[in-house]
């Protein structure tokens, strides 16, 4: 192609972006009339129904009708996108199921727009928040030290105690448990305020510590920290060593163990730590502790099959899983790692509830989903649906998904059987239930913490649909398949609960105190 073609095209596609981003932000900032909202609201009330297999699991199909009718009565007037957000999203999560996540439609940025943006930062980010005792505190600060220990009063001239309850009714945790609402306002407050108030370059916050009230500016800064300017003083420059042809060999060693080792343990770059942990207790090798923040990123078999291997090598007899605010992950991961602390062949999870005979078709097809993702589906959907078809199978009316982990199990040579304790808190979800759910129902542990947020009776997830309202441009994503272990609970609706009860106090996140840990590795010095 000629050179002034293919400048010509460029423009062409820069041209459209920028139409296309002009476009957005007027919908996002534009009033929807009432029949469009309407619309809306039939859209999703739609999709809920046909798609989610537990719809009416912790609301009966009369309640909620009735939220849907009381929501369409109360659109009386043209909304903007994240007002119309404020009146759904309460309708949404009293259906009580904690993977259904709404979020409005946000302001687009142009290209040259997102390169000056992707070289600053938001300071407000560098705070980290727990909540509570019905109050948001500072728990960990990048920017200033002193802040730490603070309770936050206002954000942006609103009451924190103002936006909690809002936010507590745009988020949802499986059935009818309140320890994950303490726990995901803290770590999620961010999240859920620019969600609610959307970008801003500065933003005024109002502390109390001890007795003294004060307020402080955050501002979008440049991530590279200036340097500071040069001293007059003449400066010796000094040789750099060159390296051997041996030491250049140990640093690129050394340099490629790590890369491993980030892989393995999962590192999460930008908070500098790593997803899964082992080590042993201090000054007791006889307890060993594996920390797991989440199911998700890594080479999780080989982490797994290294650690038994040593605690079987020591033949170690305390085994300590810490599973607190592990939000979930990978269904394959844990079904993974059950296999090394099972005792005797086992079934792990029941066939999956779904609604339609090609579930995987109805996930990659979502109006929401990634262009990229559709076509690949289209590519290879003969033969996506011929799996569907044969992994599906209905029953008495009622359609369900075979995964191999309903399948029964054995565990491996090298399960750990010794004395086993699990610490969970309202942040144990999702994946993190269904693993504890198997190790409660086989007898496998002693639990110690407060009762998670996901559920001990399963929760649905497994494929999410992700679909875009048509008028507001709301996004909605639903879980489609039912994951549950075959043990059950009643009443329903509530998480795994400890057989030792322990919160964390204020002071403790403080001091960084562990409570939990503390606790248990003193009974079992003690016993």
């Not at 029949?35 to 009369?62: N, W």
């Not at 060159?242 to 980030?262: G, H, N, P, S, V």
């Not at 290879?380 to 995964?403: E, Q, V």
């Amino acid at each position: 192609m000629k050179p002034h073609l293919i400048l010509a095209a460029l423009c062409f596609l820069l041209f459209n972006a920028c139409k296309s981003v002009k476009k957005h932000n007027m919908l996002v900032a534009s009033l929807h009339p009432v029949q469009h909202l309407h619309e809306d609201v039939d859209a999703v009330h739609k999709k809920l129904k046909k798609h989610h297999p537990r719809l009416y699991q912790y609301i009966s199909k009369s309640a909620l009708d009735f939220k849907f009718d009381s929501l369409k009565l109360s659109i009386s007037k043209p909304l903007s996108s994240a007002e119309f957000y404020e009146k759904l999203a309460p309708v949404l999560m009293a259906v009580k199921q904690g993977h259904i996540g709404v979020a409005p439609p946000q302001k687009w940025f142009t290209k040259s727009e997102r390169r000056v943006l992707g070289k600053s930062k938001f300071e407000f980010y560098d705070l980290e928040f727990k909540y509570l005792d019905s109050a948001l505190y500072v728990s960990n600060t990048k920017p200033d030290s002193l802040l730490l220990g603070s309770q936050v009063l206002a954000v942006g001239g609103d009451p924190v105690s103002t936006l909690i309850e809002k936010y507590k009714t745009l988020f949802a945790s499986d059935g009818y448990n309140t320890t994950l609402f303490n726990r995901q306002i803290g770590s999620s407050f961010h999240k859920l305020y620019f969600r609610d108030q959307g970008f801003s370059d500065s933003l005024q916050v109002t502390f109390k510590k001890s007795d003294s009230v004060f307020t402080r500016m955050f501002r979008r800064i440049p991530k590279d920290t200036p340097q500071t300017e040069r001293s007059n003083k003449t400066h010796v420059t000094e040789n750099i060593k060159q390296l051997t042809r041996t030491e250049k060999l140990r640093k690129k060693q050394i340099a490629r163990e790590k890369r491993q080792r980030d892989k393995i343990y999962g590192l999460e770059k930008e908070a500098g730590i790593y997803t899964r942990n082992f080590n042993f207790a201090p000054a007791d090798s006889s307890v060993a502790i594996m920390k797991i923040r989440a199911f998700s990123n890594g080479n999780y078999k080989r982490f797994y099959k290294q650690s038994f291997a040593l605690l079987d090598s020591l033949k170690t007899p305390h085994l300590i899983l810490d599973l607190r605010d592990n939000g979930g992950g990978r269904i394959s991961e844990i079904a993974y790692l059950f296999r090394f602390l099972a005792r005797e062949d086992y079934q792990f999870i029941n066939p999956s509830q779904v609604t339609s005979r090609l579930p995987i078709l109805d996930y990659a097809f979502s109006n929401g989903a990634p262009v990229s993702l559709k076509i690949v589906a289209g590519v290879f959907s003969p033969f996506i649906a011929t799996h569907n078809l044969i992994k599906t199978k209905k029953i008495n009316d009622t359609i369900y998904y075979r995964f191999r982990y309903s399948k029964t199990q054995s565990p491996f040579k090298k399960a750990f059987k010794g004395h086993m304790y699990v610490l969970i808190n309202g942040n144990s979800f999702s994946a993190s239930a269904i693993l504890a759910t198997n190790l409660h129902g086989h007898k496998l542990a002693t639990f110690i913490g407060e009762e998670t947020g996901g559920a001990y009776n399963g929760t649905v997830a497994g494929l999410f649909k992700i679909y875009n309202l048509p008028h507001s441009r709301i996004k909605v994503r639903l879980g489609i398949m039912q994951i549950e272990a075959p043990f059950k609970t009643e009443p329903d609706g509530y998480g795994i609960k400890p057989d030792v009860s322990i919160k964390p106090t204020w002071q403790d996140i403080v001091n960084k105190n562990d409570p939990e840990l503390e606790w248990l590795l003193e009974a079992i010095n003690k016993h």
